[in-house]
């Protein structure tokens, strides 16, 4: 919040309001971590100005940008400035019920709200009969690869990045030139759509995700997901790093995921009252057991070891603590991570199928001999590529057929 308040008053101190005498300024945070700001400019028509929150959103907007996680606000005066009904309608065009806005001015006090109690009832785009045009990312995806429809998606886990190499006729599109899509942080992930065959099958790989821990929100994982569907994927794979907790499970053991316990504490669909999917989601069968079983079969078939188990999603960035491990066991977690889960969520209220496969990169805190770390995973996780590389090759032709 600090870094947007401050965002905000050096907007604030260019604006232009030689009528009103009311500078404002305004700035927001997005799905891909970055800041924009503006400030308010009036001219000799006033009161028909530009307000600071729509100047921010224009730059947004301009910058291929989507999605408003936080705002603030800042008004000349002492009391907090709040947006008018106007802007709390433009931002409600890029933000959900849950997003934060910060209000302050020239005083210390900072009031926050969300755009829900701000705006109760918003129109949507909805109301305007669009609810089904496409997101700009299937857009741009369709004009790189014109034909491109539908086929299988796997999302590549930390170090399961090299997987997309094997791709035949490849066709690599950086995230940055996907709106709305999350431009990674962590080393591991490079962000990149490749779209391409895998043992005859089309597939579209995503090289990179967020992670909740990078502190952009669940819900940043919701305009990926949603441009598979608008691309019309129907199945999704996601693959992931993750610490195991049975002995029997070492570094590089691949493991379908049956089940998941959510322990992240959040979920994508916050806020999001039924807007993407039904408002209470079941997911009672959250993880295709169809599609699970066809991948078993092919592994057997294949002679590759795939066990089965049950994945518990942390919010990290820390690795676990030797107790929350042992409680864990007790829960029923067979392996822990920290991502899968905003996906799987998103996928079904997507309507996507789902298939999620988990790879060790090493023993979860407090089995393994030594201490955790990031590195460790990464080079495991390379070193497991091969193994899921033969898995997918193995199993997409069923999963396709
Ligand atoms: N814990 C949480 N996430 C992980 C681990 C772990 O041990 N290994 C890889 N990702």
């Not at 991502?339 to 496969?357: F, K, N, T, W, Y």
């Not at 790879?359 to 001999?369: E, R, S, W």
Request: with cysteine; net charge negative; aromatic share 4%.
């Amino acid at each position: 919040m600090k870094e947007l308040l401050e965002a905000a008053r050096r907007a604030r101190e260019r604006a232009y309001a030689p009528y009103s005498g009311f500078a404002v300024g305004a700035a927001l945070r997005t799905a891909s971590g970055r800041l924009y700001a503006g400030c308010n400019v009036e001219n000799a028509a006033y009161p028909e100005g530009l307000c600071a929150e729509a100047a921010a959103i224009a730059a947004m907007v301009a910058a291929g940008e989507r999605e408003i996680l936080e705002m603030a606000i800042l008004g000349s005066g002492a009391e907090p400035c709040a947006p008018c009904g106007g802007c709390r309608q433009k931002i409600a065009e890029f933000a959900d019920a849950e997003t934060r806005i910060h209000m302050a001015g020239t005083e210390e006090t900072v009031v926050t709200a969300t755009l829900g109690e701000l705006l109760p009832h918003r129109f949507a785009l909805r109301d305007a009969g669009r609810e089904n045009a496409p997101p700009e990312a299937a857009a741009v995806v369709r004009a790189r690869a014109p034909g491109w429809n539908g086929g299988v998606a796997l999302l590549l886990g930390s170090g399961l990045g090299g997987i997309a190499a094997a791709l035949e006729e490849a066709v690599a599109i950086p995230y940055a030139e996907l709106p709305g899509f999350p431009e990674p942080t962590v080393p591991g992930h490079a962000g990149e759509l490749v779209l391409g065959r895998l043992a005859g099958v089309p597939l579209l790989c995503l090289r990179g995700r967020v992670h909740l821990y990078e502190g952009r929100g669940a819900a940043a994982v919701l305009p990926m997901i949603r441009s598979l569907r608008e691309l019309g994927c129907t199945l999704l794979i996601v693959t992931n790093a993750a610490g195991s907790l049975r002995c029997d499970l070492g570094p590089g053991a691949l493991v379908l995921v049956r089940d998941h316990l959510n322990m992240q504490g959040t979920n994508p669909l916050l806020g999001l009252r039924g807007e993407t999917g039904p408002p209470f989601l079941d997911l009672s069968a959250l993880y295709d057991a169809g599609a699970g079983d066809r991948m078993l079969e092919a592994a057997a078939e294949a002679g590759i070891p795939l066990a089965t188990g049950i994945y518990l999603a942390t919010l990290g960035p820390c690795f676990e603590t030797p107790a929350e491990i042992r409680a864990f066991r007790v829960l029923g977690a067979d392996v822990v991570g920290m991502s899968l889960v905003p996906e799987a969520i998103a996928a079904r209220a997507c309507g996507l199928r789902l298939v999620a496969l988990s790879v060790v990169t090493n023993l979860a805190a407090g089995l393994a001999p030594a201490p955790l770390s990031h590195e460790e995973t990464l080079a495991a996780g390379e070193a497991a590529g091969e193994g899921l590389l033969a898995l997918l090759r193995a199993a997409l032709p069923r999963l396709a057929g």
